[in-house]
């Protein structure tokens, strides 16, 4: 009896210490954080701790946080329709100013939407092209079709073998004459994997499944939606939104082992008046 008493206490002492080995180990995982001041610009000084991550309500610890350098290519999608003809100068001084900004490694294609989503320049790292091309570019007496662009973009970039993708779009209130719609927009986008960043020169919505596509994909991706009030500050804007894509943070933190992945994930900033625009990166156990 006393033999087996031992035996029991040490087993139990032996499981005691075993439990945080076996039940309490953590896995690694990485979210990409833009961080932006309440006037939209790029905030790039950052350390670990200014960050905050929560899954679910429940704090996560930073384990570390690096200026993002991973594979990126970046689509640009520019609304060269009737309605953005007395545009033309300012929008080409944005999409110049969102090539410019955009870190040098990162392959950008250039793509028009007016009339129907035309590749301009496919992914490529030189810049020199890229400018040369928009400087060409005009206007068509055309209507929109970003949501076709958003499309068939998206069915290009999930046949590409870079993992990370980000369409960024400038566009107008023009008429939407897209053929496609949007839950089958929606379904492309999700399925190409890239986040989605919209600059809209003037306030309103621009259709219902316009709204829908652009809305849930913005949100769903971390992306940025903006209302542009004038024409002046595209440019300003688009630069911003070129250093902001390309220009993330790599945010590794601790997860406790657990079988379901969590529903929300937050990241916050600590210093005030500053926001934060998270992706989280997923595995197929997340899925």
């Known amino acids: 009896m006393i033999r087996w008493a031992a035996r029991a206490a040490i087993s139990a002492l032996l499981l005691a210490f075993a439990a945080p080995a076996a039940f309490g180990q953590a896995e690694e995982r990485v979210v990409y954080t833009s961080v932006v001041d309440k006037d939209g610009a790029p905030v790039l000084d950052l350390t670990a701790r200014d960050f905050i991550v929560r899954e679910d309500g429940m704090a996560r610890e930073i ?12 689509a640009l999608l520019v609304d060269n329709s009737t309605s953005m003809r007395s545009r033309l100068p300012q929008l080409r001084k944005a999409a110049a100013a969102f090539v410019q900004a955009t870190r040098e490694n990162v392959p950008i294609a250039l793509i028009t939407l007016a009339e129907r989503p035309t590749i301009v320049v496919g992914y490529t790292t030189d810049r020199g092209q890229l400018h040369k091309a928009i400087e060409k570019m005009f206007s068509f007496e055309a209507g929109n079709y970003l949501l076709d662009g958003i499309a068939e973009t998206s069915q290009g970039l999930a ?79 688009a630069q911003q939104l070129g250093t902001e894509i390309s220009n993330q943070y790599r945010v590794t933190y601790a997860r406790p082992e657990r079988l379901i992945p969590p529903k929300k994930i937050d990241v916050s900033i600590r210093r005030p008046n500053l926001r934060a625009r998270t992706r989280p990166l997923q595995t197929d156990r997340d899925r």
């Open 159 to 237: 046949k590409r073998t870079l993992w990370r993708s980000a369409i960024a779009v400038i566009t107008g209130l023009g008429p939407e004459l897209s053929y496609r719609q949007y839950t089958e927009v929606l379904r492309f986008f999700r399925e190409g994997g890239a986040s989605l960043n919209v600059l809209q020169l003037g306030m309103g919505v621009g259709g219902q499944g316009r709204e829908i596509v652009v809305s849930r994909g913005t949100s769903e991706t971390g992306g940025r939606f903006e209302e542009v009030l004038t024409p002046a500050a595209l440019e300003l804007k």
């Open 63 to 74: 384990l570390r946080v690096a200026k993002d350098d991973d594979p990126l290519q970046v």
